[in-house]
């Protein structure tokens, strides 16, 4: 029996141990309700990478539009901070998908991306700013 609960103990923290490991090295899918959370709990760069035209007709609250499309994308990155935490987020999830693996690619450590983009944003009933 004591065998038995010192290889249980062993195999539950082997698991805990290649769980953490995964999410260091990949991007971290969040719900609306799971960045609501991060972004009260973590000091968190939030970044739009809409079209600035698709970012005018509405954005998230404290985000910052950097274009993925745009010639300058790769130079707007290196004037973020690799070592803290960053959300990304486009319309439904394509762009922001390619843009978090090139942020994992640069050496970002913890990347997170929004799970429908800003549509599921709004959809679930959150608040979209616009500029006046």
Known sequence: M????????????AFAWSCEEKTENEVIMVSTEEMQELLELEDIQLVDVRTAEEYETGYIEHSQ??????????????????????????????????CSKKLKEAG????????????????DGNEIKTIE
């Open 2 to 13: 004591k065998n038995k609960l010192i290889i249980y103990c062993f195999v539950l923290f």
């Open 65 to 98: 539009n950097i274009d993925y499309m745009s010639p300058t994308f790769d130079e707007e990155l290196t004037k973020l901070d690799k070592t803290k935490p960053i959300m990304v987020y486009c319309k439904s999830g394509g762009r922001s998908g390619k």
């Open 108 to 123: 970002f450590k913890k990347v997170y991306d929004l799970e429908g983009g800003i549509a599921k944003w709004q959809f």
